[in-house]
């Protein structure tokens, strides 16, 4: 009988979850520009209406263009977030650590006896 270790799911910040609905968002993006050159495909061939499909896969383009522009922005917003985040909490490690390190050389010399003298 195996033992499986249980790890414990962290909540889902709000940079994460937002990441999450981008990256669902642009998987849609790509399924209309399929469908989109798929319609521009098929006016340019002939096999259907050249300019009423020409027409539809205008209009979804400029619709997703605006989409990914937006989705885009909002990424690399979260990207620029978490760096300042990571750099904020390097620095407070090593405030932290400059702290443990002072306090250990203190406490250290106030116990040593020939310090005393």
Known sequence: MAIHNATK???LTNQTKLTLTI???LTNIITVISEATTKLSEAVHGTVNNLQCAKVAQAM???V???LNASTKQLADIRHEK???EKRRKLEWTAADKKRTAGSVVSHTMSDPAAKK
Do not use: C, N, R, Y
């Open 61 to 63: 383009l400029s619709a």
């Open 83 to 85: 760096k300042i985040d």
């Open 9 to 11: 799911l962290l909540p």
């Open 23 to 25: 990256t669902l968002t």
């Open 65 to 67: 263009s605006e989409k």
